[in-house]
């Protein structure tokens, strides 16, 4: 059973199962008869049925591919079997006697389709009146209905006479149904009318030029031709889809009216043996070789050997005409056929190729980690060609690269998407280089970069790299990232983007045109800046390109940082330490905050071919600069995920504390998103790097733990919530990390294999990460090594102990201890704590497993908890079960997995808190902490009432009590079917008990009910309830009665139903505060006095009828006034002043009713005026328009 995550949060998420594809059943006869049709719709086809010219075609066909249709084979094989044919007009037969219409409809298209029409079918479907429903009495059961009954007759699609809409009604019959059947056949034959007519018609103006007239055209050169019909319709075509493409709507919708006799949405419409040329753009870029002219094509027979084909296909006689037919259609079935093996065979091996290619990435970064030894960005064009080479080049090769350049670092395309999936577009415009160029490039050294002395996963490194945004597949990031190393590569760089730059310079009037214009440049200077030999040059070139867009949106940014790490790439470390850090820091501060983000930005992207020493040095220092003093949100989310990939590089330990302390300051930061990218790629990160070192357990824990207990100790009387959370939430950010840890240091580590029958890891297994670095499958290195691990793990804790498994020691021994220490030092009252914890357990103890937490965790709780007989009178052992070690016990661990067993223990544990604390004598907040927390979630409402109604039959009155107190709290948010068929009854069975007390506890409950619910007759339950503790005489000495029902009536009077505060709420106040008027006991005077001013000024908020008011709210109020008098002065001046606002209230209602009840004589009085405006407005002789304006206001 999935667990149920108690804070209302999806932690875990399902993966949703592919239905497996449907099997059709070949194996039933067609001598069985038809059959019969889905409940769903008993006109739609059968899931089986296949079309009937199969039957008598050749034993080989196309796969269709449409639901329903089955092998060729099997239906020869079943003809075989039962040794009979059925005939053609049998079977329309039977199914037209059967009342199949649409599978008889779609039999007479197909019959259609292979030239040999039914005359059966042709008249059935011909006749209109087989589709008229009969009027009258329906048939019996027993009578079968003609071929008129179950239709309707289709209207034309031309016409809407015809229609008759009265027939047609929502009655829920499915006519409506039938008709859209019916009239999307007479619409697909229209359609194929249209078509063969629109066929003759292209031919016919292909001939429409008279030939005489092409001999005077074709001898004369410069004479131009007339435009023909046809070309004019396909130009047409073309230019209207270049001004739609475009944006140039308003001129494509005039150029759509001129031409109102070509519909622009068809390409067919212009003639459907032409095939359509490229777009407009592609026909000017290819203006250098025009394409062949439809004059000069010529039709040419394409013929088979009948004899090659399998079957006998073809007689021995000289076929007649209707058999020619039928041979073509087999001759095209067969054609079709083998296509459809061709294609699956193709599928098959791009599959092997992507395949191969992930498994040679996989080798590659196995091999030689990142950054790489060598560099070859300009042989990313013959990347195709070397890529199945790649797994046997020497690793020293320049040319063994990845086919991906500069994806395999920086995560541009990913190692499941190969370079084939490029725009092909793109890729046809990039020239292959010539092999002299080629061989210059094997002759270049390679570049070295400093390797990191570091042990990421491949997974681990590529999901940290993948945060660093690149710019995606296109051409112009291909040329940004392939930087020119020659004079032949150079001029066909040259060659490649100018075409693209030169337009882009004449049209140059706007600011978009600048800046697309800015961003064809970024592969000249990136070339230039790579190749110029003087440093001068190259420094000016640098400046450009990052001064080159005044606010470079992310696009623009992406192709920047794109360049700079091909030049990083290409240069070596040593240059980009002197070229490009120093443009980075000139724009540290710069005013523009998409200019400082390009820094950040450009700082985790250089961070790979950076000398470790800058690295861990200077750049570590300007992203911490950033960090702390930039203002801008998003720069400062980017610096957070810049300094995450220096972690994944950086190898010094001294710098430890300094990670620890950009952890610390970026998780206050006052924004969301910055906080937000800590937990998602630094911490994780940083888990990694201080793993290696061997400090997670022994430091960085460790230093969480204590902060936590530092601010525990200073904030006994108030504690600083917000710095808990950061701390606690970087904690829970390091559960999957130490999980990981675990596992990599087991003693069967080292047995762990990979092997084909792994099983798959259950997904409800983890918790759902925030990131793909917080995933244990990614940090392992792979979920085929998870899952070996895991199985191997539940095993040893299970059977073997962990004995010498030092990192799970440490847990067990010392951080479950520490944390219940501090667990029971907060502050059980503070829900936001409590919700915290309890989350962090549950993150652990899911992470960890159900067997760790069954034999590790829970028996250390209960251990503390102690709960037993003999502790039930002692203070010493009920002083646990005061703190939030029980709400956190209970909603943070036992909460964790939701099977039966799960739940009673569940249960059982807080009826025995709650038996336990009442019998005690003990404060309930932590048993009110525990229902307040569980109640949050709806999945564990009927579980609560499970317990409630534990203390609801509870022997002791005290256990009664609180059972009754605890409704209060989770009756909101429950639903009204829950309140009514559980709660409701279990108030009133408490209020029926002998005892007072448990009756004044249900009060509070009874209110909550009255603010929530809106069901009438529940609310008149309740009503009666508690009107009977106000007017049953045994009540009228029962001053803690009088004090809650006050107190509840304040609290639920303002949200209440205006109908009960008007006619219940108030009366009784106005009741009791008479009656405390000639209470002789001071001490319950002034307590009822109290509650009552506090009750009567939360409604003072509300509206009050006037009668209402006049008749209960102020002599109520008149009372209070005139018991603080005597008793608290101070009230009194407030009374005062509250009597006095409503007094008020009173007379202006008065005064607004008496000018209501004037305007109404003064109405009486105007009639006559009135009648003269309007027999003067009955003179004016205006048109409407001009009318209109005289009641329209002036401005």
Request: aromatic share 6%; hydrophobic share 35%; proline share 7%.
């Amino acid at each position: 059973m999935a667990s149920v995550n108690p804070f209302n949060l999806s932690d875990s998420e399902e993966e949703a199962e592919r239905r497996p594809n449907e099997t059709v059943d070949t194996a039933r006869s067609p001598s069985v008869g038809a059959p019969g049709p889905p409940p769903g719709n008993p006109f739609s086809p059968p899931a089986d049925a296949e079309p009937p010219t199969l039957l008598l075609s050749s034993n080989r066909t196309s796969p269709s591919g449409g639901e329903g249709s089955v092998s060729i084979a099997a239906i020869s094989a079943m003809a075989g079997a039962t040794e009979t044919r059925i005939s053609v007009d049998g079977i329309a037969a039977q199914l037209l006697r059967d009342q199949y219409l649409l599978t008889a409809l779609e039999f007479h298209t197909e019959l259609l389709e292979a030239g040999r029409e039914l005359p059966r079918l042709r008249d059935y479907f011909s006749n209109p009146g087989n589709f008229e429903r009969q009027s009258g009495t329906p048939p019996a059961k027993d009578q079968v209905l003609g071929p008129g009954g179950p239709l309707n007759r289709a209207g034309s699609i031309s016409t809407l006479d015809s229609l008759d809409f009265a027939r047609y009604s929502d009655d829920g019959n499915r006519e409506s149904d039938e008709r859209v059947a019916v009239l999307e056949f007479e619409l697909r034959k229209a359609k194929e009318t249209i078509q063969a007519l629109r066929a003759n018609l292209t031919h016919a103006a292909e001939s429409e030029v008279p030939s005489q007239e092409r001999k005077n055209y074709k001898s004369s050169l410069e004479i131009q031709e007339p435009i023909r019909p046809l070309e004019k319709r396909a130009l047409n075509f073309l230019v209207n889809e270049y001004l739609l493409k475009n944006e140039y709507k308003l001129s494509s919708i005039t150029f759509s009216d001129e031409n109102d006799d070509q519909d622009f949405e068809l390409w067919d419409d212009v003639g459907l043996n032409i095939p359509k040329p490229p777009d407009l753009l592609q026909l000017y870029r290819n203006c250098g070789t025009p394409l062949p002219s439809p004059r000069d094509t010529v039709d040419v027979s394409v013929g088979v050997d009948f004899g090659d084909l399998p079957g006998n296909c073809i007689a021995q006689d000289p076929p007649k005409k209707p058999d020619l037919s039928h041979q073509q259609t087999e001759v095209v079935q067969e054609l079709e056929y083998q296509i459809s093996l061709l294609n699956n065979e193709k599928q098959s091996l791009a599959e092997q190729i992507k395949k191969l290619q992930s498994e040679i990435q996989t080798l590659k970064r196995t091999v030689s980690s990142p950054p790489p030894a060598t560099l070859d960005l300009g042989s990313q064009n013959t990347s195709h060609r070397l890529s199945s080479s790649t797994t046997t080049t020497s690793s020293t090769d320049p040319l063994s690269v990845p086919p991906t350049d500069n994806g395999q670092y920086l995560d541009i395309r990913g190692v499941s998407e190969p370079e084939t999936k490029s725009d092909p577009s793109s890729t046809q415009t990039i020239s292959q280089p010539h092999p002299q160029s080629l061989n210059t490039l094997k002759r270049r050294p390679p570049v070295q970069f400093a390797q990191p002395n570091r042990k990421l996963s491949p997974a681990f490194q590529q999901a940290l790299l993948s945060f660093c945004r690149m710019c995606s597949d296109s051409r112009l990031g291909a040329e940004v990232s392939r930087i020119a190393d020659s004079e032949e590569s150079v001029m066909l760089m040259l060659g490649r983007c100018l075409p693209h730059i030169v337009p882009n310079v004449l049209l140059a009037k706007r600011e978009r045109m600048v800046t697309h214009l800015c961003q064809e440049l970024i592969p000249l200077i990136l070339c230039t800046a790579c190749l110029h030999p003087e440093p001068k040059e190259r420094d000016k070139l640098l400046h450009i390109l990052f001064n080159l867009i005044k606010r470079p949106d992310d696009e623009q940014r992406q192709m920047i940082l794109t360049g700079c790490v091909a030049f990083a790439r290409h240069v070596g470390p040593t240059r980009v330490e002197a070229e490009l850090l120093p443009q980075c820091w000139e724009q540290i501060n710069h005013k523009y905050p998409e200019r400082r983000l390009l820094v950040a930005e450009s700082c985790g992207a250089l961070a790979p071919y950076l000398p470790k020493e800058i690295r861990s040095s200077l750049v570590l220092s300007m992203l911490q600069q950033m960090l702390a003093e930039d203002k801008a949100d998003m720069v400062r989310e980017a610096v957070v995920k810049s300094l995450s990939i220096i972690m994944g590089y950086i190898d010094d330990p001294d710098k430890y504390s300094q990670g620890f302390e950009l952890m610390l300051l970026s998780l206050g930061d006052p924004s969301e998103r910055v906080v937000s990218a800590v937990h998602q790629v630094f911490i994780p990160a940083f888990a990694a790097w201080t793993t290696e070192l061997g400090t997670l357990q022994t430091a960085l824990i460790p230093s969480l733990l204590a902060r936590i207990e530092k601010l525990l100790m200073q904030g006994e009387h108030v504690l600083d919530e917000y710095k808990l959370h950061v701390f606690l939430s970087a904690l829970q950010s390091l559960i999957p990390p130490l999980f990981a840890v675990v596992l990599q240091n087991a003693p069967f580590t080292s047995r762990a294999k990979l092997t084909g029958d792994i099983s798959a890891i259950e997904v409800t297994r983890f918790p759902r990460p925030a990131s793909p670095l917080q995933d244990v499958a990614t940090i392992i290195g792979s979920r085929e090594m998870l899952s070996a691990l895991l199985l191997l793990y539940d095993y040893q804790l299970e059977h073997e102990g962990t004995t010498g498994w030092d990192s799970l020691l440490w847990v067990v021994n010392q951080l479950l201890p520490q944390l219940i220490e501090i667990v029971g030092r907060i502050n059980v009252t503070s829900s936001s704590c409590v919700h915290e914890f309890s989350r962090f357990f549950w993150r652990l103890c899911r992470t960890f497993g159900k067997i760790f937490t069954n034999t590790k965790v829970k028996p250390q709780f209960q251990e503390i908890l102690r709960l037993s007989e003999e502790n039930v009178d002692t203070s010493d052992g009920n002083d646990i079960l005061t703190k939030a070690t029980v709400p956190i016990y209970a909603t943070g661990v036992l909460t964790c997995y939701n099977q039966d067993e799960d739940r009673k223990l569940l249960v059982g544990f807080l009826e025995d808190v709650m038996t336990t604390l009442s019998l005690s004598h003990a404060p309930l907040d932590s048993l009110k902490a525990s229902f307040v927390e569980l109640g949050a979630n709806p999945v564990y409402h009927e579980l609560l009432l499970t317990v409630l109604w534990y203390g609801v039959v509870h022997t002791s009155a005290l256990v009664r009590c609180t059972a009754a107190r605890m409704f209060e709290l989770v009756l909101r948010g429950m639903s009204e079917a829950l309140v009514d068929r559980r709660a409701a009854p279990a108030l009133i069975t408490l209020c029926s008990g002998p005892e007072f007390s448990v009756r004044i506890s249900t009060i509070p409950a009874f209110g909550t009910i009255m603010e929530t619910v809106t069901q009438k007759e529940l609310l008149e339950r309740v009503k009666m309830q508690l009107a009977s503790f106000l007017e049953d005489p045994q009540y009228q000495d029962q001053h803690s009665l009088h004090m809650e029902i006050i107190r509840t009536f304040g609290r639920v009077g303002p949200n209440a139903e205006p109908r009960f505060r008007d006619e219940f709420v108030l009366p009784h106040l106005h009741k009791l505060a008479l009656a405390n008027n000639s209470q002789t006991a001071e001490s319950k005077r002034i307590d009822v006095a109290t509650q009552l001013f506090e009750a009567y000024s939360a409604l003072s908020c509300c509206f009050i009828s006037e009668e209402v008011m006049v008749n209960h709210f102020l002599p109520g109020l008149r009372c209070l006034r005139a018991d603080m008098e005597q008793l608290s002065p101070e009230h009194e001046v407030i009374l005062s002043s509250m009597i006095k606002e409503c007094e008020i209230k009173v007379e202006n209602r008065g005064m607004a009713d008496a000018q209501g009840s004037m305007s109404i004589a003064s109405s009486l009085v105007g009639e006559d005026a009135k009648t003269k405006f309007l027999s003067k407005m009955g003179q004016l002789t205006t048109s409407g328009a001009m009318l209109a304006n005289v009641f329209q206001r002036k401005k």
